[in-house]
Structures are given as structure tokens and as C-alpha cells.
């Protein structure tokens, strides 16, 4: 069964410290796709990344950074010298390419930025 | 222009009221979802539609009642909602299924008195 576990409720840091998002999934399928979305006080959920599961390499992008163990079973999101409008709840969420057209998604993480 | 928009961004009905929900979509995409957030649950999948034939219905009580009329086009149709009812609702839309990137519009906060 699919399966998308974010522990962290809820993280605060002070500005410019880094912080690392956790996620863990379960999926018995082979081929399946990871997403990252950040949902700011607005509501929107914005999207970040799409990984799929035959490619392990890790993504920067600017402040972000994902780090895919498929040993693990885990795609964490790291994020480089906070700032106050990364303030959001982060949402991991997964995909199997024999589910048809649901995603499951995690819990999410609030993120309080301090200035 | 945005991708996903909806309307109302705010509702409020009584629970006799009959409203809906609009969406809609500037992507081209061919696969439309709404989805209900509460407070303190995960994101929750309602319905599905799939070049305008509906693909998913995850057990959602028959109050609410969706339309795709076309592609670019979804509503979901409320009548005799339940307090328990209010949350923020999301509309979505992605290329083909699900493995393709969601494009999440800014919701409607509903509030059920």
C-alpha cells in the first residue's frame, strides 16, 4: 500500500540557519514519482520538484536541495539559510505509475522562519 | 495569467443552501482533480475526471455532487452540506494522471453554519 510519512509536525528556526524536511514513503510498486509542494499562508500548494524513482541523482536549486535514498526509502528536502517568506507547510506526496490517478500525500510540515 | 484559478475564494452557506464550486484551467491539461484540506488531516482526494469522464470518486457523500463539462471546466456542486463539511477546497490539474505534475489553484475556504 502506499504510504507517505512526514514525522516533523512542525520545525521553527531562526533566519539563515538550514533546515532539513524529512520524508519517508512506502510503495511496492517499481516505478512511481515523488513531489515536493509548499503551501504558504495563502493556501495555494506551489509545486517544487518531481522525482522519479529511477533517478536517484540530488537536486539543487538555489536555496533547495533534495537528497533521494531509495535504500531508505526516504526524500528529504533541505533548505539553505532560511528566510521568514520560506514560512510555509511543506507537503511530500507520492505517486505509483499503476495507481491511476491518485497521489497520496503526506501529513505535512509547518515551517516557522524567525527573523 | 494564472494556471488554476477558482471561485469563490470564500463561501459561507447554511447547511440548507445550495452552492458550487467553480474551477478552472489555463494549462491545456487534460486531467482535472478536487481535493478537501481540513484542519490537522492530509489532503484528501475527491474526484478525479479525465478528459471530462470521471476516473476517481474516493467514497465522498453524495452532497456533493462534481461537473466537468469540458476540460478546462470543473465544479463541484454543494446541497445540504454538514458543519463538518467546512474546509478549504482545492482544485487541480495535470497533463495526463497523476505521475504528471498537479498545478493547484488558490482553493475556496467554505465555511458551513
Known amino acids: 500500500a502506499q504510504k507517505v510519512t512526514q514525522a516533523q509536525t512542525e520545525i521553527s528556526v531562526v533566519e539563515k540557519e538550514d533546515v532539513t524536511l524529512d520524508c519517508v514513503y512506502e510503495?511496492?510498486?517499481?516505478?512511481?514519482?515523488l513531489f515536493w509542494y509548499k503551501q504558504p499562508p495563502s493556501g495555494e500548494l506551489v509545486f517544487l520538484i518531481r522525482?522519479?524513482?529511477?533517478?536517484?541523482q540530488n537536486e539543487i536549486s538555489g536555496r533547495y536541495s533534495w537528497n533521494f535514498q531509495k535504500s531508505t526509502s526516504s526524500f528529504n528536502f533541505t533548505i539553505t539559510a532560511s528566510q521568514v517568506v520560506d514560512s510555509a507547510v511543506y507537503f511530500c506526496?507520492?505517486?505509483?505509475?499503476?495507481?491511476?490517478?491518485?497521489?497520496?500525500f503526506g501529513a505535512g510540515t509547518r515551517l516557522f522562519v524567525k527573523a | 495569467e494564472t494556471g488554476v484559478t477558482q471561485t469563490p475564494r470564500h463561501l459561507v452557506m447554511g447547511m440548507t443552501n445550495k452552492k458550487s464550486l467553480k474551477c478552472e484551467q489555463h494549462?491545456?491539461?487534460?486531467?482535472m482533480y478536487w481535493y478537501k484540506q481540513s484542519a490537522k488531516k492530509p489532503l484528501e482526494l475527491m474526484f478525479v475526471?479525465?478528459?471530462?469522464?470521471?476516473?476517481e470518486n474516493n467514497s465522498v457523500p453524495s452532497r456533493f455532487s462534481p461537473e466537468c463539462p469540458n476540460s478546462s471546466h470543473l465544479f463541484l456542486h454543494l446541497h445540504t452540506l454538514q458543519p463538518e463539511d467546512s474546509a478549504l477546497y482545492l482544485c487541480?490539474?495535470?497533463?495526463?494522471?497523476?505521475?504528471?505534475?498537479?498545478?493547484f489553484g488558490p482553493g475556496t475556504r467554505l465555511t458551513v453554519l
Open positions: 487541480a490539474s495535470s497533463r495526463r494522471d497523476s505521475t504528471d505534475t498537479q498545478y
Open positions: 510503495t511496492r510498486d517499481t516505478t512511481y514519482y
Open positions: 522525482r522519479n524513482s529511477f533517478d536517484e
Open positions: 506526496a507520492l505517486s505509483e505509475v499503476r495507481g491511476g490517478f491518485k497521489t497520496i
Open positions: 494549462l491545456g491539461h487534460n486531467a
Open positions: 475526471y479525465s478528459l471530462e469522464e470521471r476516473v
